[in-house]
């Protein structure tokens, strides 16, 4: 007999999967499984699925290895970039301890650098990223996804066909859409979770390794939360913040609990937590495999792109389809695409969509936490008023 | 009767050729000619000079707009791009008043979005830099500058022919090996000028527009010096200091001053006020314009590219052709490129040119001008014993 458990308790499971998966990822290892891990949206998983390779995000939202990382790269960059860096040295992740190639993007400044840095003691291998969404820059990065394949295939020894590509590209659209389904329940008003619990699904999910696995404890999860809805599971009505900027997870997560220890409730990530790198479907039905792939990633609405339009056009559908009251930007310290693009969003928001907007300039550390609850308790209330 | 000046009366004169120019610049828009500015070494002057236009480097160095730019930038950007911008929003800079167009490049994470910012006051034209110095990157560069070539066909009404762009070539390549030329001097065992004479000359030459006028008054003034020198102006034997990093200029000189006013000389600059951006011609004989062209402009070793073998190269060749002592790190605060990637640039000249190595990291402020003098004044003191 299947112990029902609370939704709370499926939530927590959910935050938990990435220590859970520490065990399953030596499992894979000893069964010679390839393991390809990665830090960016940008990563074509596709490719690795195809080859039956596990793809898995690499540790880089936790304060505690920053400190080692400051021994080596300068303190102004990034938390992300110092937190995955002094996971990589201290060989405090298990994923990248594992992982038999890490893959990384000319995305920014920084981390085109730690992946140099990166390269003396791991196998790293970088697909360049250009940096506008142009034509000619999508045929290049559609080379680039080749090129990639052509790499793995001599690296492992492996032959990755269109049919193997295809076949990736269906999981993981099933796992998107899974995970689309799930985060679009916050439409709802008054919405069915809390953003909090939102989010260690959506960081929970990054560490789920059995694809169709995880699609299916997704849609059973969206299913069990609509049916207690129904039965009056609802939060009560607050001011609807839609969060957008840096990547979010485990440290930053005091930024969620900030808005809504203070009365509001996060109704959705437009970052790569959450929509940005989601919601675009890798078109199946078209014959070409690595163009259908490279259209899905470059369309990615990240900083680095300019300019950057694509995010733009998403975060305004989000703001209509979650019924945002207002946008808090999370701006890691030290990333100047985000917040050098910040003064274009802000206006974006306060006069296309005539919305308040707070831009939150932080770390990993917990030493802003009261600051924060400050001006997000401001924030909510302005907007309740 | 031509009165004959004495050097450092030549020297201060090109120091104030960017002053000089302002009346020039305008007398150019008088006469319609095209003023074409960019910020960046990428920027292939040759087209704008097959055009007939006048490429002209616009103002990025002083720290007199830092604070207003701040009004609207992130603080932690470098003070490079600060600069730029706040020249440009207080309409401070002649050269941006007056240029009918701004290039840029997808440089760095900041400069992209500074472009975005400034293009909504001001017609500006990105062209896309690739991040990898690979074949692939060549060819979409290449496509680039042809792009680029169609963009001011088109913006100016002209047509710029393939001898227009050889003729450019030539004048551009005689400018550069008469810049060449003349910080080559400074291989000279004592050396002939100071480097803080040599900058005065390299940053000032940025401003002189009339190309052959440059390149005769450039050769004259080489000239000028080794007849001098062969009569014994020469200075005296110090710790021979060669410099990397970040562009430099104006408020910048006082890590030039900070190294010579304690004992030390500086011999060259490995960086885009120097050698990095002038070095490498552009092939003549290449039937292929555009990929000679693209070819000379994509070695340039910056710090955005990934990985930047170039640059260890040229500062490599440098440290031996000028017998440097000692190499110092001049990092814009904020740079990240620069401030990443010099992790690297130590370890090459400690450990495979035996040298030592200093990481200045500064901004245009004079606020650090004690601690600078303290630090650069040890690091020659230790190189002398």
Known sequence: ????????????????????????????????????????????????????????GLCSSANETVELAETVLPK???????????????????????????????????????YELMSEFKEVYVMELPNTQSEGGLRFWREEIIRFKEFLEEYFQVVITENDIRR??????????????????????????????????????????GQEEM?????????????????????????????????????????????ENNGGVVVGFENCTGANAVERMVDEDDPDVYGAIARKYFSIGCAIMTPNNNRIHLLGEMIDDYHADGVVEMILSGCHSVEMESISVKNFVNEEK????????????????????????????????
Do not use: W
Not at 6 to 25: C, G, M
Not at 170 to 181: D, P, T, Y
Not at 219 to 240: A, M, T, V, W
């Open 1 to 56: 007999m299947e112990i029902i458990k609370d939704l709370p308790e499926i939530f927590d499971e959910f935050e938990d999967k990435k220590k859970q998966s520490f065990l399953k990822v030596k499992e894979y290892k000893e069964k010679q499984i390839p393991i390809i891990g990665a830090y960016c949206s940008f990563f074509p998983r596709e490719i690795a699925v195809a080859m039956g390779a596990i793809p898995v």
């Open 76 to 114: 102004n960059v990034c938390p992300l970039i110092k937190s995955s860096y002094g996971y990589a040295i201290s060989d405090r992740c298990p994923y990248f301890h594992f992982a038999d190639l890490v893959v990384g993007e000319t995305t920014c400044d920084g981390k085109k650098k730690m």
């Open 168 to 209: 990736a590209i269906v999981s993981q659209n099933k796992r998107r859409e899974a995970l689309k389904r799930f985060y679009g329940l916050m439409k709802l008003e008054p919405v069915p979770m809390s953003g909090l619990e939102l989010g260690k699904v959506l960081y929970g999910s990054k560490y789920q390794f």
């Open 215 to 259: 699609t299916k404890e997704l849609n059973e999860l969206s299913d069990r939360i609509l049916e207690e809805y129904e039965k009056g599971r609802q939060l009560e009505k607050r001011p609807r913040i839609l969060i957008t900027g840096c990547p979010m997870g485990e440290d930053t997560n005091k930024i969620v609990e900030a808005i």
């Open 354 to 385: 005539h919305l308040p907007y707070l831009a939150v300039v932080t770390d990993y550390s917990k030493g802003d936490v009261g600051q924060l609850n400050t001006r997000l308790a401001a924030f909510v209330e302005m907007i309740r008023k």
